[in-house]
């Protein structure tokens, strides 16, 4: 039998606001929010269950939470964080509760008839997490789960009961407006927990292929700041603004962190040559496939000689993209500092870890990079306006012609 009663007159009387008919089992702890009384929490035989109403009603919670016996509940003021300690399976932490909060204050069917909230966000730190001892831990050594070094954006998302996620849309803009990161999220029907990992947009590595499907890469961290965080789904539309501080820990200016970010600007300028370079070997290689294949079975004397041309050509631009980016779908750990692509990774690695300092070591790393770049890029164009050149000549001197817009 539930035995969970609640008292307004410091233990006088008691209202019983929970029984078996609002979850099953026995009730095990209860807690209540000092900041919103009317929200209340109560561990269960069989999970998590949480009111906003002051036991009027009760919502089974399982985001993330298994149906165990929850022992006890502490709520940690400064974070707004629910500690949970379980009988048997550790003890949980259910991050940012301001969400539910802010339900409580709107009222639960005036923030459930809206179909999209997204609620105040946490300010969020760039915390800088260094790994102490074993680098590589397998399964010999149990590390616990830490917190996303993120933006927590919580967002509700009313689907009617749809089981299926839907597809939506994260957009991150700066304070002068301007989109900085696009990503898509799955939004499920209810409250949704997502993160922006404090990135903004880079450009794509030349080892990356150029998708069929437009496709945005991150990682670039973002500078200190405000900025905002839309989420949309369809036409709808919620956003809200987010704090991004640098890690207290450290002694770093926001004239540290600018300086790291002219570096990212550089080594960026130079990969996108690299990568633009390495598209145009790859969309080469396709066109000599896509001419073999348009060739008839039987071959005259002209078209076996194109065939053969074109196999030396390829063979050509393979060497060219082995310099670039090294050798693709090779099995095992395979590591050449020689190409392009490493060379300037070794300058973006320093201005990922040296912020405003050492910038003889960047410049060493950068200067390699670019004068690698330049070195095959002078071979490359000698290529396409000789070589390449006269293999589309012999193309259109044909029947067909790949190359004519």
Request: charged share 30%.
């Amino acid at each position: 039998m539930i035995t969970e009663e609640m008292t307004g007159n410091l233990g006088k009387s008691f209202k019983r606001i929970a029984n078996e008919e609002d979850f099953p089992g026995y009730c095990l702890s209860v807690i209540q929010d000092p900041i919103e009384p009317k929200l209340v929490f109560a561990g269960t035989e069989h999970g998590l269950y949480i009111s906003f109403d002051k036991g009027e009603n009760w919502n089974h919670w399982n985001g993330g939470y298994p149906n165990v016996s929850t022992m006890d509940m502490k709520i940690q003021e400064r974070e707004s964080d629910l500690i949970i300690g379980t009988f048997g399976r550790a003890a949980y932490v259910l991050d940012n509760i301001d969400p539910f909060r802010a339900m409580v204050k709107k009222g639960e069917q005036s923030w459930k008839n809206d179909s999209l909230v997204t609620f105040e966000i946490p300010d969020a730190y760039m915390a800088s997490n260094k790994r102490l001892g074993l680098t590589f831990t397998g399964d010999a050594y149990y590390e616990g789960e830490n917190r996303p070094t993120g933006a927590r954006i919580y967002t509700y998302f009313n689907a009617s009961g749809k089981e299926e996620s839907t597809e939506g849309k994260m957009r991150v803009f700066n304070s002068n407006g301007d989109t900085i990161r696009t990503r898509k999220v799955d939004l499920k029907d209810g409250v949704n927990y997502l993160v922006w990992w404090l990135d903004q947009k880079s450009v794509r590595q030349a080892d990356v292929p150029k998708p069929k499907k437009e496709k945005e890469f991150g990682r670039r961290p973002v500078l200190p700041g405000e900025y905002t965080v839309e989420i949309s789904v369809g036409d709808l539309k919620s956003s809200q603004k987010v704090v991004v501080k640098s890690d207290p820990r450290l002694t770093v200016t926001l004239s540290d962190l600018q300086k790291r970010q002219d570096r990212f600007d550089q080594v960026e300028g130079l990969m996108a040559k690299v990568t633009e370079m390495a598209d145009g070997l790859r969309e080469n290689k396709a066109t000599i496939k896509r001419v073999n294949g348009l060739l008839p079975t039987e071959k005259d004397s002209s078209e076996k000689s194109l065939v053969k041309t074109g196999k030396e050509l390829d063979k050509q631009m393979q060497t060219f993209l082995d310099e670039i980016i090294g050798k693709q779908n090779v099995k095992g750990i395979f590591r050449n500092s020689d190409i392009v692509t490493a060379k300037i990774n070794n300058s973006l690695w320093t201005a990922w870890g040296s912020l405003a300092g050492n910038q003889q070591a960047f410049n060493n790393y950068y200067t390699k990079a670019e004068s690698a770049y330049n070195e095959v890029k002078s071979r490359v164009d000698e290529f396409i306006a000789n070589e390449w050149s006269n293999y589309k000549k012999s193309v259109e001197a044909t029947d067909f012609d790949l190359f004519r817009e």
